[in-house]
């Protein structure tokens, strides 16, 4: 005798389980709309005793269906703290170029706002925006790490990209600088090179690094019996007297910097670079004589289009309780400043 099979619960049931509408268990399901707290319970609570599971071949047939609703009239903001006559720096306008191209590509549009040129109340920028067809907003890099910039943080669908962005947290994408700076050692040590220096502009960079740089780098030194107090400095303020106390100081064989123009910085103060390996965290086309890693710059704005449609797609806003991260992966380039050692 052939069994029967088990009926499969649907949101009809919960309904009729509950006293309520379908629809009231379909909202409270996917955690849009308004219902009250206490039927909210009672559907989650029919719906786990009956063991409902949502068909995923719907919910992807209906996901398509709200995202074409949405981007009838959706925006996306791109949040940056510069003045609107500044120039952005290039690595910005590479971040931006690639979330424009990404959000055509996924059918929104974008606009840059420029959040150091309004003194807005929170409520009333949401309004505008909102107005204006933001859904979401991409939070750029901040130009001062030690400021919080004011917005509308609860109304929309947002990510920011590195960690410059201390509160609140959100969901971010960023170059996997852990892995970046191991590479740039594993290229330096392969070539021969013992006596490392690390050259950084800032600490700002460590910020938005979240601190991984010189995490990897002061291991390194733990292993190679080099004192990081010496081997890495902050060299944002030198003039060419400072750099050159400092190599009389710690002789290096070889030398990471922040930028591929540190280069030039180093030949320019005297040092020896025709005997010294140089290699770059941060590779651009105008230094091509370099050796280093090409940051995923367009990547990076990429990927932040993706985790603000995806909550716009699931109908999410504000602050994640559970903030997601996507860690990009840089592309070594090779140049002529990182050869063999002599």
């Not at 319970?41 to 919910?59: D, F, H, S, T, W």
Request: hydrophobic residues 35%.
């Amino acid at each position: 005798m052939k069994k029967p099979q088990s009926h499969t619960p649907t949101l009809e049931d919960i309904a009729q389980a509950v006293g309520v509408s379908k629809m009231t268990v379909s909202r409270v399901l996917r955690g849009t709309g308004r219902s009250s707290e206490e039927t909210a319970k009672k559907v989650k609570a029919a719906a786990e005793k009956l063991g409902y599971r949502p068909n995923p071949m719907i919910q992807t047939l209906m996901a398509g269906v709200r995202k074409k609703r949405v981007e009838q009239n959706a925006n996306i903001a791109w949040v940056v703290t510069y003045k609107v006559n500044e120039t952005l720096p290039d690595s910005l306008q590479e971040i931006e170029a690639g979330s424009r191209k990404r959000a055509q590509e996924m059918g929104y549009e974008m606009s840059r706002y420029h959040l150091d040129a309004s003194h807005t109340e929170p409520e009333v920028l949401s309004r505008i925006l909102k107005s204006r067809g933001v859904r979401g907003a991409i939070i750029c890099p901040i130009r001062n790490t030690n400021l919080q910039p004011s917005f509308p943080w609860d109304d929309f669908a947002m990510a920011t990209i590195g960690r410059s962005l201390s509160r609140p947290t959100l969901h971010y994408t960023m170059s996997h600088h852990y892995h970046i700076i191991q590479k740039v050692l594993d290229e330096v040590i392969a070539r021969g090179y013992r006596k490392i220096g690390l050259l950084i502009g800032s600490t700002e960079w460590e910020t938005r690094a979240d601190h991984a740089t010189i995490m990897v780098f002061q291991h390194h030194c733990s292993q190679a019996g080099l004192d990081p107090r010496v081997a890495y400095q902050t060299c944002g303020t030198w003039n060419a007297q400072d750099y050159s106390a400092w190599y009389q100081a710690f002789q290096p064989d070889a030398i990471i910097g922040d930028y591929g123009h540190r280069y030039h910085t180093l030949i320019e103060a005297g040092l020896p670079m025709d005997q010294i390996g140089y290699a770059t965290l941060s590779w651009k086309a105008e230094d091509l004589q370099c050796s280093g890693v090409k940051q995923p710059f367009n990547d990076l704005g990429a990927s932040a289009v993706d985790l603000v449609v995806a909550q716009i797609h699931r109908n999410e806003r504000g602050i994640p309780q559970a903030p997601k991260a996507i860690l990009m992966e840089g592309e070594w380039v090779e140049g002529s400043t990182l050869g063999p050692k002599p």
